[in-house]
């Protein structure tokens, strides 16, 4: 059983960046394809980035390709998110989560795919 806890959410101006973490506990992320998703109020939650459990390959949802940056630690046990340039369309909580798998090259797209969930934390951009 692996817990996820997001953190480096806030408020930042529009153009601004923040870097959100990832951390894992009670497993290692190594196993995992890890991705990140977000949800506004009122709207569904939305596909962001994926990363690959070797961290090989990624895949952006297309409103983020171009600022949006996935990576991850797995010495640290930790997936990370940097944003830049970001608009205010980008306020939402972000969740980070984990799906257990054996291939080290496929990332996870389908949120209902993933076997664990971090608890979110809101990033509010201004104009």
């Known amino acids: 059983q692996v817990q996820l806890v997001e953190s480096g959410g806030g408020l930042v101006q529009a153009g601004g960046s923040l870097r959100l973490s990832c951390a894992a506990s009670?497993?290692?992320?190594?196993?995992?394809?890890m991705g990140w998703f977000r949800q506004a109020p009122g709207k569904e939650r939305d596909f962001v980035a994926a990363?690959?459990?070797?961290?090989?390959?990624?895949y952006y949802a297309d409103s983020v390709k171009g600022r949006f940056t996935i990576s991850r630690d797995n010495a640290k046990n930790t997936e990370y998110l940097q944003m830049n340039s970001l608009k205010p369309e980008d306020t939402a909580v972000y969740y980070c989560?984990?799906?257990?798998?054996?291939?080290?090259?496929?990332?996870?797209?389908?949120?209902?795919?993933?076997?664990?969930w971090g608890q979110g934390t809101q990033v509010t951009v201004s104009s």
């Open positions: 989560a984990g799906k257990k798998l054996y291939s080290s090259s496929t990332v996870v797209v389908v949120g209902v795919e993933y076997d664990y």
């Open positions: 990363i690959s459990r070797s961290g090989v390959s990624t």
């Open positions: 009670g497993g290692t992320i190594s196993s995992y394809a």
